[in-house]
């Protein structure tokens, strides 16, 4: 028998019947209707995904999502939940992780050459501004390093302001802030803290100015 004698047309049957070249027309071919359907609902899905994606991790991605702005209370972790840092900038510029009691340790660089030292200060408040012109390096390629103590008489709560496009905050070798946007914003970072004194770090790179901040709760 032939194989078209085998072949039967169903009235109704779109998913089962036949083009004019003699090939099977299916059902996702023949219904538009089905395919417009199907696209919707993966764009609604991929919506979806990156709005709850927005919620639970502000930090993915290129904007970041404060929850203290749309008045939610912010989380709160403790340091040990936050990653230890990767090849941190104090292993070339403070091997021995001192800081001093009071103020910080700053330490100037170029990015297009970062194992060679540009100047080292002590200060009193970790702030940059025009630091990149006074050193002679273009504001994309300064770099900043700081190196010092934070006393927490207390166990509390610790909230970190910044002010920065690119940066890193260390607490004793945990990053509890990471920022690589590109963009310069404003952002609150929580992290619950038992009492004793921390080796704070904070890494700069490209920033003309640069501001770091802190309270307890």
Not at 98 to 108: C, L, M, N, Q, W
Not at 136 to 157: E, K, M, Q, S
Not at 203 to 217: D, I, P, R, V
Request: charge should be neutral; glycine fraction near 8%; proline fraction near 5%.
């Amino acid at each position: 028998m032939a194989r078209d004698e085998l072949y039967h047309r169903f009235a109704g049957r779109s998913d089962w019947q036949r083009n004019n070249d003699g090939r099977f027309r299916t059902l996702w071919r023949h219904c538009r209707a089905l395919r417009r359907h199907c696209y919707y609902t993966l764009l609604l899905a991929c919506l979806c995904a990156i709005g709850i994606g927005c919620v639970w991790y502000p930090d993915s991605g290129g904007a970041d999502f404060n929850l203290d702005d749309v008045g939610r209370p912010p989380r709160h972790f403790p340091l040990q939940w936050f990653p230890l840092a990767d090849n941190p900038w104090g292993r070339q510029f403070n091997p021995q992780q001192r800081a001093p009691a009071k103020g910080f340790d700053a330490y100037y660089f170029d990015l297009k050459a970062p194992t060679r030292l540009v100047a080292r200060e002590r200060v009193q408040q970790i702030f940059m501004e025009g630091e990149a012109v006074r050193h002679g390096i273009a504001p994309n390629d300064f770099a900043a390093y700081w190196a010092g103590t934070l006393h927490v008489p207390v166990a509390a709560t610790y909230t970190f302001n910044l002010q920065a496009r690119e940066a890193r905050v260390l607490l004793d070798g945990h990053v509890v802030y990471l920022s690589e946007s590109g963009a310069f914003y404003r952002q609150n970072r929580s992290v619950t803290l038992a009492a004793g004194d921390y080796l704070l770090e904070v890494e700069s790179g490209g920033n003309e100015t640069f501001a770091l901040t802190w309270q307890s709760e």
